[in-house]
């Protein structure tokens, strides 16, 4: 099968890989806006070449959107316009609802199979590709009951292939879980990381002493703007929601600290320790 990875930085070069090695495609077709991206992947064995996405196309039967959220509602909509009857168009992006609502009532809905691999690292660019990505990872997808069976097979075998847990969901659904599980993850990553970086301008030795509690807590917020900004931006509603309840517990620790109230912060601490149960 010759495949098309449009996007191939961090997923989609992984994917790209996985596929090749797992023989799910003898060949790989990149496309992707920055020439120096689809350079490195040529020159790291990633892609077997790379054309324009209408050619890429024509050729591929299946196509994987591993772009922003923004990019793939631009491209999808004229993509299911000029699909054929055996191709498969495949996205992996981290909010759905959206996409799916601007292709409902298209002709060739069938054609598309919504897809989020529940993986990934704080880098980006085909340097940061890995070929064991995806290895006992969780890939859900969405609203499948509009994707044709065949397609739908397609990807199904596709994520067994490649070592990866299916979970099914509708679109509403997947973009409030990934509020909770993933998107706040970054967001709160991302603040501590501002907060440190404005105060080493007064105490310019902060970072001397950084370990690993630090590097854990922002990791995430080396992530790309360009990826997460279109992610924040049309799961607004749900992010905004899960940071109210964020902001409402940093203020009960707060209120507990100012009152000196030691006994009653040990107990919330204490019932955050619950995690472990669920993370192990």
């Known amino acids: 099968m010759i495949a098309t990875v449009v996007g191939v930085g961090l997923i989609g070069g992984s994917l790209a890989l996985s596929l ?18 689809l350079l490195k992947a040529r020159e790291l064995n990633i892609i077997d070449e790379t054309a324009k996405l209408e050619d890429a196309m024509n050729r591929s039967q299946l196509i994987i959107l591993a772009i922003p959220v923004d990019a793939v509602l631009k491209l999808l909509p004229s993509m ?24 409902a009532g298209h002709i060739n809905r069938g054609r598309f199979v919504a897809a ?16 064991n990505l995806f290895t006992n990872k969780t890939m859900v997808l969405c609203d499948v009951k509009n994707s044709a069976e065949d397609a ?11 070592g990866m847990r299916l979970v099914y969901m509708n679109a509403e659904e997947h973009d409030l879980h ?44 080396k992530s790309s703007p360009d990826m997460w900004v279109p ?16 902001i409402n517990q940093l203020q009960q620790m707060k209120g507990l600290l100012e009152n000196e109230d030691y006994d009653a912060f040990y107990k919330l601490i204490q019932k955050s320790n619950k995690i472990k149960k669920i993370l192990k």
């Open 20 to 37: 090749k090695e797992k023989g799910l495609a003898n060949w790989i077709i990149g496309v992707d806006n920055s020439e120096e991206n």
């Open 80 to 103: 299911l316009d000029k699909v054929k009857h055996d191709h498969v168009i495949m996205d992996v992006g981290s909010t759905k609802e959206k996409i799916l609502q601007l292709v």
């Open 116 to 131: 989020h691999p529940m993986a990934g690292t704080e880098y980006s660019g085909p340097e940061a590709a890995l070929r």
């Open 152 to 162: 739908l097979e397609i990807v199904e075998n596709m994520v067994d292939k490649i």
């Open 178 to 221: 990934t509020a909770y599980i993933s998107h706040i993850s970054h967001i709160t990553s991302f603040a501590p990381a501002l907060t440190v970086l404005e105060k080493e301008k007064e105490h310019g030795r902060i970072f001397e002493l950084a370990a690993g509690g630090f590097e854990s807590t922002v990791r995430l917020a």
């Open 231 to 246: 992610i924040f931006k049309h799961n607004r509603s749900n992010v905004l929601d899960v940071l109210d309840e964020h």
